[in-house]
């Protein structure tokens, strides 16, 4: 794809750069606050959720691990909907540790939703969700995170490590996409 395709689908900047690094900075403020002198450990949902990741635990001012893991979700007209395979697993045995889970979005709420269940079949000694995007109009199962940063309306975004077809992960900023 050429820089000019590439771009030609930039339909509009919807949260600039500024207004992530400063939403992301008064969360993390809290959140230093609140976990202070706990075992955190930061999961990250592979790959939509690496670049919020970065920001978020430089962010942090307390002590933290983290880890990584990724999942594939299968929605309706699959075998099972909702099922969520995971393909790449935490390296942490989690019982020993208050865990923060760090989204990219929450759209139908399958995704999330199944991989709490599975974290918390593992007895982490708390579990809280934190997700960058939340799109409550498109949401199929129930779900609510702890934290959201933005609420944004029913619109496919591109940016911020979120991918039209793998591209447009690299963009500082969120951005709507030119269907
Ligand atoms: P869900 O909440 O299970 O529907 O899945 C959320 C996942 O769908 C996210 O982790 C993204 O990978 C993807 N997704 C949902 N909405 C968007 C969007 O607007 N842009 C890019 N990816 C999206
Ligand atoms: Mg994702």
Redesign the pocket.
């Known amino acids: 794809m050429t820089t000019q395709e590439h771009d030609s689908k930039i339909k509009r900047v919807i949260i600039s750069e500024k207004e992530i690094q400063e939403k992301i900075k008064q969360v993390c403020a809290k959140i230093s606050k609140e976990y202070d002198g706990k075992p955190v450990l930061l999961v990250s949902?592979l790959k939509?959720a690496f670049v919020f990741m970065a920001d978020f635990c430089r962010a942090l001012t307390i002590p933290i691990e983290l880890d990584f893991m990724s999942a594939s979700?299968y929605g309706a007209g699959t075998v099972s909907s909702g099922t969520v395979r995971i393909d790449f697993d935490l390296k942490h045995d989690i019982s020993n540790y208050h865990v923060i889970i760090i989204?990219?979005?929450?759209?139908?709420?399958?995704?999330?939703k199944e991989i709490v269940r599975i974290l918390e079949n593992r007895h982490p000694l708390s579990l809280k969700v934190v997700t960058l995007l939340d799109?409550p109009s498109r949401r199929v199962v129930e779900f609510n995170a702890d934290e959201s940063l933005f609420v944004i309306p029913d619109?496919?975004?591109?940016g911020y490590g979120?991918?039209?077809n793998e591209y447009y992960r690299n963009l500082p900023y969120i951005a709507e996409y030119e269907e």
């Open positions: 949902v939509g979700s989204e990219d979005i929450i759209d139908t709420g399958r995704t999330l799109k619109l496919f975004v591109i979120l991918d039209y």
